[in-house]
């Protein structure tokens, strides 16, 4: 792991936000803890030249680039695939070890190859834009063998930070879903990556799934000429990571159960299923690499009814990191999640505001997969209360790019009471978008 005594490196913070009041009998207790990391990651973003090398380096990249026949069609899609991860190796800073992967339905070492990494500096970046030059289309997809690859060069790196960029542009279909699942099951917690699909041939689920699993960002890049910008704020943001592997380690007392676990902001993601056990009563939850920025999540607990005026600590939740024999290392932050019993009507019966806001978030993703699935199988009914739901959550929540976003798949006509009409032509680019995007959600209104 990273040196945690280095100034560069970030400090963590943990704030709790929660309506500790339940009436008489009362058991649930909600709480949105936020997780805040300051001082690091300042390097994110500098030309490669002004960025240093040396120790401080601690980070391996692999680009995995979508190589298959498709990719030919049209011709500027595979030219504009080799410009972005030219821009990407650009954004590499001095000292990162890299390697470029060409993924069809085999993975092919592009660059450096051998089986190794090389590390960024002028004359490798230039070298590996070379290699970039003579990557062509043909082939299929097999994008677990990709990910394989990507893992075996990226743990031939002694680093902290190990991560992945991917980008396809076609489904998954020279392999079973069985396979690129286990795929990602045996990547998980080795390396983090963001996915991309470029144009409007490629499943979303695939896409999402893999960024979700790897704890990465999914998104859509509809028109290939935008992947340049895409990747280069990709690259950035990956060399503005300063700690890897950083859990969520959440303590409870005999008697309480946890209900589930969520991050909430920037996106949703479901973390309940992923817990690892620590200790007696304490699960740790991953949440990747961290560099500048600030993360929410909800945690929901259930605790054993106590008599009013009663008072307990439902949850106590903190921050570590693995250390090189297996043990865990504290980042000295912590919140506290409690309960306390009251027959103050008024109290118990208050909803905090973040754990409101939140739970409408998660309510808004959800409705719009499942009014986006149901449209696909016919159910005209069905899809339209579902997304008017979430035209309904988004209005209330201020999400406006996901107001802006149900507005090209749906007429509203009202927002209020999320009265709409489904549209009877939508673009592919514009459906995708929206399922692609349904976990972005927007922080609590100041």
Excluded at 31 to 53: D, F, H, K, N, Q
Excluded at 70 to 87: F, H, I, L, Q, V
Excluded at 128 to 137: D, E, G, T, V
Excluded at 305 to 317: I, N, S, T
Aim: charged share 25%.
């Amino acid at each position: 792991m990273a040196n945690f005594s280095k100034p560069s490196v970030p400090r963590f913070s943990v704030d709790v936000y929660q309506n500790e009041y339940l009436p008489d009998g009362g058991t649930q207790v909600d709480a949105i803890v936020t997780v805040t990391s300051t001082g690091g990651g300042t390097l994110a973003g500098a030309p490669a030249a002004a960025r240093p090398a040396g120790p401080d380096t601690d980070a391996a990249v692999a680009l995995m680039v979508d190589c298959s026949g498709s990719m030919d069609y049209p011709p500027t899609k595979m030219r504009n695939a080799r410009d972005a991860t030219a821009a990407a190796v650009d954004t590499l800073r001095d000292g990162v070890h890299f390697a470029v992967i060409g993924g069809t339905h085999v993975a092919k070492e592009v660059y450096p190859g051998g089986g190794r990494l090389a590390v960024a500096d002028a004359t490798t970046r230039e070298q590996a834009k070379q290699a970039l030059r003579k990557l062509y289309a043909g082939g299929g997809t097999a994008i677990g063998t990709w990910l394989r690859l990507a893992d075996r060069l990226l743990s031939s790196a002694d680093v902290a930070i190990r991560h992945g960029i991917l980008l396809t542009d076609g489904r998954n279909e020279h392999e079973s879903a069985e396979d690129l699942r286990a795929a990602l099951d045996a990547c998980a917690g080795r390396f983090t990556c963001d996915a991309r699909g470029v144009g409007t041939d490629w499943e979303v689920k695939e896409v999402t799934s893999i960024a979700s699993a790897l704890l990465g960002s999914a998104d859509i890049v509809a028109d290939p000429a935008g992947l340049a910008a895409d990747f280069t704020r990709m690259m950035e943001n990956a060399m503005g990571k300063e700690v890897a592997d950083v859990a969520l380690r959440v303590w409870t007392p005999v008697g309480t159960t946890i209900r589930f676990v969520k991050q909430v902001a920037p996106t949703v993601e479901d973390l309940t299923g992923r817990r690892t056990e620590a200790g007696p009563r304490a699960g740790d939850y991953p949440t990747g690499s961290w560099g500048d920025e600030s993360r929410d999540y909800h945690v929901c607990v259930e605790v054993p009814a106590a008599g009013l005026g009663r008072e307990m600590l439902a949850a106590r939740v903190s921050l570590v990191v693995p250390r090189p024999d297996g043990s865990a290392q504290n980042l000295d932050a912590q919140g506290l999640v409690r309960a306390v019993w009251t027959d103050d009507m008024t109290a118990s019966t208050s909803i905090n505001p973040q754990v409101a806001h939140y739970t409408g978030q998660a309510e808004l993703a959800q409705a719009i997969q499942e009014g986006m699935d149901l449209r696909k199988a016919g159910d005209i009914d069905g899809a339209t209360a579902k997304l008017g739901r979430a035209v309904q959550l988004a209005g209330a929540s201020g999400n406006a790019d996901t107001a802006k976003l149900l507005a090209k798949v749906v007429d509203v006509v009202d927002v209020a009471t999320g009265t709409v009409r489904l549209k009877a032509k939508v673009a592919e680019a514009d459906e995708m978008t929206l399922e692609t995007r349904s976990t972005k959600t927007v922080r609590v209104k100041k």
